[in-house]
């Protein structure tokens, strides 16, 4: 009979536990609004497709912790790029993300000289901390939400990067973003300007000089549930052997759920490691709480 | 004997000003100054949006509909369920309809006094708009015109959210 009890409170214990430990930290489950964590970026950061948003990756209002995971595959003329990755939002104001990025060069490999399939892949590290504004409830102001990140970039073709003209395999960038929803017109708009070294976005390594490169996103709700909208990230072009472009997206983003985000869109990345008009499909599947 | 009658008139004085007669259906409230200030943003010019809501009968099904959905939503209901939803209902459709530009009056408090006790988060007010997006929705009203709508709302949320 007491041992009875006894496990009868323990599991009661247990079943309730979890519970208890986030009411103890006042964590509350998701409760953003549809579509407001933004989406997973090529670099894993919440934002667009292409760029990273002011807004706070997760479900997690300021009283609670969220976190998103995402695959992204864009599949060019003659080459794909996959990106894989988590992030955490922390009460709606701190975001960290890990993703990988992976640059197959399919067929364009061999003649390349590096065999058939051959990938660049580069591991990215992300911080983004929200300083000011809100996107969503800010409406009778002209601010923004405004964001500072960084990126720490590392390619794994150390030796080959560097054969290839780049001075570093790996590299940080730093941003700025401001987003605003400017709901009486149904827009959402971001302004991204990053300080960056990075070749092809740190697939082909780093160069020597750092320069800033503003990005542009604007996007057009036709439900609570659809975006639709474009990109236009400005680049470097400071690779010796090829020619680096900007690159440009046109993408719809549905909310399926408060969990599942799916996002489909027409990607144009210009010339790639002398590969040009690099353009095709982009596809992205974001869950998160 | 003579204090206890001061302070029993001292209560009932003002308190009489306002619990006159509360509407049908409502409780008393403690007397404020009516304002269509309180309503918290300026109207709309023109009636086409209070239209585009379907106007007085638009505007009460959504709020209705909102109301609804929000007392079973597992987020809100619970900060809900203690208010006067008789009155609630009433000022929120004169201020929907005030801020439409469909020239009603708005007589509710305005938005900090009347949200100072609930305590709401953001999470239960985001809970709140998804209820009103539904609503509005199941209306039928273009989602360009709920956004006009929400735009309006959204300021209010730095006085309505206080934990």
Same mark, same amino acid.
């Given at each position: 009979?007491?041992?009875?009890s006894i496990?009868?409170?323990t599991?009661l214990?247990?079943a309730v536990a979890p519970v208890?430990?986030?009411?103890? =930290?006042h964590?509350?489950p998701?409760g953003k609004?549809?579509?407001?964590?933004?989406?997973?970026? #090529?670099?894993g /950061?919440? +934002?667009g497709?292409?760029?990273?948003w002011a807004?706070i990756?997760?479900?997690e209002?300021?009283?609670?912790?969220?976190a998103t995971a995402?695959?992204?595959?864009?599949t060019l003329?003659d080459?794909?790029?996959?990106s894989f990755?988590?992030?955490?939002?922390f009460?709606?104001?701190?975001?960290v993300?890990?993703?990988?990025m992976?640059?197959d060069?399919r067929d364009?490999g061999?003649?390349?000289?590096?065999g058939?399939?051959?990938?660049?892949k580069?591991?990215?590290?992300g911080a983004?901390?929200?300083?000011?504004?809100?996107a969503?409830y800010?409406?009778d102001t002209? =601010?923004?939400q405004i964001a500072?990140?960084?990126?720490f970039?590392?390619?794994n073709?150390?030796? #080959?990067?560097? /054969?290839l +003209?780049a001075d570093?395999?790996e590299g940080?960038?730093?941003y700025?973003?401001?987003?605003?929803l400017?709901l009486a017109?149904s827009?959402?708009?971001?302004?991204?300007?990053r300080y960056t070294?990075?070749?092809?976005?740190?697939l082909?390594g780093f160069?020597?000089?750092?320069s800033?490169?503003?990005?542009?996103?604007?996007?057009y709700?036709?439900?609570?549930r659809?975006?639709v909208?474009g990109?236009?990230?400005?680049?470097?072009d400071?690779l010796a052997?090829?020619?680096?472009?900007?690159?440009?997206?046109?993408f719809?983003?549905?909310?399926v759920n408060?969990?599942?985000?799916?996002?489909?869109?027409?990607?144009?990345l210009?010339s790639v490691a002398?590969?040009?008009k690099?353009?095709?499909?982009?596809l992205?599947?974001?869950?998160?709480? | 004997?003579t204090?206890?009658?001061?302070l029993?008139?001292a209560?009932?004085?003002p308190?009489?000003?306002?619990?006159?007669?509360?509407?049908?259906?409502?409780l008393p409230v403690?007397?404020?100054e009516?304002s269509n200030?309180?309503a918290?943003a300026d109207?709309y010019?023109g009636?086409a949006?209070y239209?585009?809501?379907?106007?007085e009968?638009g505007?009460?099904r959504v709020?209705?509909?909102m109301?609804d959905?929000s007392?079973e939503?597992?987020?809100?209901?619970e900060?809900?369920?203690a208010?006067?939803?008789v009155?609630?209902r009433r000022?929120?459709?004169?201020q929907?309809?005030y801020i439409?530009g469909g020239g009603?009056?708005?007589?509710g408090?305005d938005?900090?006094?009347s949200?100072?006790d609930?305590?709401?988060?953001n999470r239960?007010?985001?809970?709140?708009?998804e209820?009103l997006q539904?609503a509005?929705?199941a209306?039928?009203?273009p989602?360009r015109?709920?956004n006009?709508?929400l735009?309006?709302?959204?300021?209010?949320?730095?006085?309505?959210?206080t934990?």
């Amino acid at each position: 009979m007491l041992t009875r009890s006894i496990l009868l409170a323990t599991g009661l214990a247990a079943a309730v536990a979890p519970v208890s430990a986030a009411q103890a =930290l006042h964590l509350e489950p998701g409760g953003k609004l549809l579509l407001t964590r933004g989406i997973s970026n #090529l670099e894993g /950061a919440g +934002g667009g497709a292409l760029t990273p948003w002011a807004l706070i990756t997760g479900n997690e209002t300021d009283r609670g912790i969220g976190a998103t995971a995402h695959y992204s595959y864009v599949t060019l003329e003659d080459f794909d790029v996959t990106s894989f990755g988590a992030a955490v939002g922390f009460h709606d104001r701190f975001e960290v993300s890990y993703s990988q990025m992976i640059f197959d060069t399919r067929d364009a490999g061999a003649a390349l000289g590096l065999g058939e399939g051959f990938e660049f892949k580069q591991d990215i590290w992300g911080a983004k901390l929200r300083v000011a504004g809100d996107a969503v409830y800010g409406q009778d102001t002209w =601010l923004p939400q405004i964001a500072v990140g960084a990126e720490f970039k590392q390619s794994n073709q150390e030796a #080959l990067v560097g /054969a290839l +003209g780049a001075d570093d395999h790996e590299g940080v960038d730093v941003y700025a973003s401001a987003t605003k929803l400017f709901l009486a017109e149904s827009l959402l708009a971001n302004a991204t300007l990053r300080y960056t070294k990075a070749h092809q976005t740190g697939l082909l390594g780093f160069g020597e000089d750092a320069s800033l490169q503003p990005e542009f996103s604007l996007g057009y709700m036709l439900s609570r549930r659809l975006v639709v909208g474009g990109e236009y990230r400005f680049k470097p072009d400071e690779l010796a052997f090829a020619q680096e472009d900007d690159f440009f997206d046109l993408f719809g983003a549905y909310a399926v759920n408060d969990t599942l985000t799916l996002t489909a869109g027409y990607a144009d990345l210009g010339s790639v490691a002398l590969f040009d008009k690099q353009r095709g499909l982009y596809l992205s599947a974001q869950i998160g709480f | 004997m003579t204090r206890f009658s001061c302070l029993l008139a001292a209560l009932l004085l003002p308190a009489g000003l306002a619990l006159a007669e509360p509407p049908a259906g409502e409780l008393p409230v403690d007397p404020y100054e009516m304002s269509n200030d309180n309503a918290g943003a300026d109207p709309y010019d023109g009636p086409a949006l209070y239209e585009a809501f379907g106007g007085e009968a638009g505007v009460g099904r959504v709020v209705d509909a909102m109301v609804d959905r929000s007392l079973e939503d597992p987020v809100i209901g619970e900060v809900l369920v203690a208010s006067d939803l008789v009155r609630l209902r009433r000022t929120l459709k004169e201020q929907f309809c005030y801020i439409l530009g469909g020239g009603c009056t708005y007589t509710g408090r305005d938005m900090q006094s009347s949200h100072k006790d609930l305590g709401l988060t953001n999470r239960e007010l985001n809970a709140l708009v998804e209820n009103l997006q539904i609503a509005m929705s199941a209306e039928g009203v273009p989602f360009r015109a709920q956004n006009k709508l929400l735009a309006k709302l959204a300021p209010m949320q730095k006085d309505v959210v206080t934990r």
